[in-house]
């Protein structure tokens, strides 16, 4: 499985609004139950934010990934938001954030949850492609450039 498998194009929100961590997974998850991906909102939140106090998501190099396992979902989501103001995520380097990964699964499948935080950690490592997403307009084009970057990295494995 490839994380653009699961990060469909109507979970990407190029200008994803919010002026604190607080807000802008309040809006990711928002985005993630349109689709009804998730079945409790406040549950989902409340989950998320508990990750966050044992430990900060924000990974450096304005990258962010919050995260949590938990059964009010259907399987797993991920959301995506670049945001236009600078985010203060506790991040480990000190710097603000502009890219928001929101990932959310099962609490039965703890393997896969690790083998995708790590497939968006290994996308991001790369300053091109983070250059790309701040730069990039559409939810399509993301989209694309993260299929793109994922079938590259992943065929030279």
Known sequence: MKLTDILRKEYIV????GNTKEECITNLIDTLAEDKVITNRERIFKSVMAREEIMTTGVGNGIAIPHCKDDATKGFAVGLG???NSIDFDSIDGN?????????GPESQPGMHIKLLSRISRLM?????R????TTKTAEELHQILTAEENNFFEME
């Open 125 to 129: 490592s790369k300053e091109d492609i």
């Open 131 to 134: 250059d790309k997403i701040l």
């Open 82 to 84: 670049i945001t236009e």
């Open 96 to 104: 603000p954030v502009h890219i928001i990964f929101l990932l959310i």
């Open 14 to 17: 190029p200008k994803l609004s």
